[in-house]
């Protein structure tokens, strides 16, 4: 990137919007993380580590099937993707991690998520990527959530500290699969997470207006995904409609009652059935059903609590059926907060940086965020962590056809990230080894 502050500013903007015409889901970010190599290596970084070298792969969650990880991988490889990355990648190991060695000083995670989500890109004039020419090129897929303002973060902010005088070590986590839940535990158990004083991890937007700066999060929900394959007995719904185990009434009877699932007075629970499906035809007893549900809590015991009346209840239901049912967790995570000696150093640091019109300290998150596997480990190992969110005007809400960014917000992420990383030594001088 050039140092002229204009020219920087395009760059991140053209950098971005390439990121936004190219989203792929969770665990088949090819092609992302054939570009963010590229660009890492014209960068130059002191370690790069790809795919596999990255983490352990026995350590993903919600990964897809395979046939679809494939898919992904041809279309990456049509698209002209490096087959050395394809093949450290294959199988659905995506991501990287990036390590830059600045001397002696403290050691400084950032992490930022890469995949996109399963949504269709409105094409309405209005939408600024469609009238500008940098909607998704892939149909069914999109950058719902800005994750590629944040891989656009994650590369300038290396690259900004590559050129201070940042006395340290920086690691960057690219960290895919977060919208499925499934990246986060991967690399908050690599080796390079190990020994980080520091980390702080971002988001854009949620709800905050451009020049708004949340200096750390509290309060996100701890998550699981769960999916629930029911089995029963086939038979023909008119002749023998008795000889039948009906795994569609055992998925109604599930759905009806994870609803019912008391919530917990310790704090906010939440329980979800977000896709069901069962059934073949009007004359034959179903003898198959899916769901796919979800369970929040306001603390981890609280997610726990929800997660096991969720399965009690997906027994229950296909047992009083005659049916047996598969339960699968895919993916969960814990819930992390802020630390508030992180949080006061970046409300620090945001107040100096031009274009920020308000610093809010802390805001409750609401939602959930894998992200918080890296602040725990972090946080247990002595170190701090703090989520920060850098605000930006977006039109709809995270997760709709016609979300966008304020692209403003770009430059302003970048300056109170690098400032924030640049700062810790001083903030945090006479405090000890963490």
């Known amino acids: 990137m050039s140092t002229d502050a204009t020219d920087a500013i395009d760059e991140l903007v053209s950098l971005r919007r390439w990121f936004h015409r190219h989203p792929e889901p969770a665990w088949r970010e090819f092609y992302t993380t054939h570009r963010l190599v590229e660009e890492l290596r014209e960068i130059g970084v002191d370690e790069l580590a790809i795919g596999r070298d990255a983490y352990d792969p026995a350590d993903r969650m919600a990964v897809p099937e395979e046939a679809s990880i494939a898919e992904w991988a041809d279309r990456a490889r049509e698209r002209g993707a490096d087959e050395e990355i394809l093949e450290k990648t294959a199988g659905g190991i995506t991501g990287c991690i990036a390590v830059l060695e600045c001397g002696d000083g403290p050691a400084v995670g950032l992490r930022v998520d890469i995949d996109g989500l399963f949504i269709t890109e409105s094409d309405d004039p209005d939408h600024a990527p469609a009238e500008k020419g940098f909607r998704s090129e892939i149909d069914g897929t999109m950058h719902a959530c800005g994750h590629d303002a944040h891989m656009t973060w994650g590369l300038s902010t290396i690259e900004a500290i590559k050129a201070s005088d940042f006395s340290g070590r920086l690691v960057v986590f690219f960290q895919p699969a977060e919208e499925a839940g499934g990246g986060g535990h991967p690399m908050a158990q690599s080796r390079y997470i190990e020994d980080l004083e520091y980390l702080f991890a971002v988001h854009v937007g949620l709800d905050h207006p451009t020049g708004r700066v949340v200096a750390g999060i509290e309060r996100p929900l701890a998550m699981c995904h769960v999916d629930a394959m029911i089995e029963g007995t086939s038979t023909h719904a008119g002749k023998t409609p008795n000889e039948g185990d009906n795994a569609m009434q055992a998925l109604g009877a599930a759905i009806e009652n994870a609803y019912a699932i008391p919530r917990h007075a310790d704090g906010m629970t939440r329980v979800n059935i977000g896709r069901a499906e069962s059934g073949t035809a009007s004359n034959v007893i179903a003898d198959r059903a899916h769901l796919e549900a979800e369970a929040r809590g306001e603390t981890t015991e609280l997610m726990e609590y929800m997660k096991g009346r969720l399965k009690r209840t997906l027994r229950s239901a296909a047992s009083m059926h005659g049916c047996s049912v598969d339960i699968d967790v ?105």
């Open 330 to 434: 895919r993916s969960e995570s814990p819930r992390a907060d802020s630390d508030p000696a992180l949080v006061d150093h970046v409300a620090n640091v945001a107040d100096g940086i031009d274009g920020v019109t308000e610093v809010v300290p802390t805001a409750d998150f609401g939602a959930s965020e894998d992200a918080t596997f890296l602040m725990k480990r972090v946080q247990e190992h002595g170190g701090l962590a703090s989520y920060l969110i850098v605000g930006t005007d977006h039109p709809t809400g995270h997760h709709t056809p016609t979300f966008d960014i304020d692209e403003r917000s770009l430059r302003i992420g970048t300056d109170v990230l690098t400032e924030a990383i640049r700062g810790v030594e001083d903030a945090f001088a006479g405090e000890g080894d963490r």
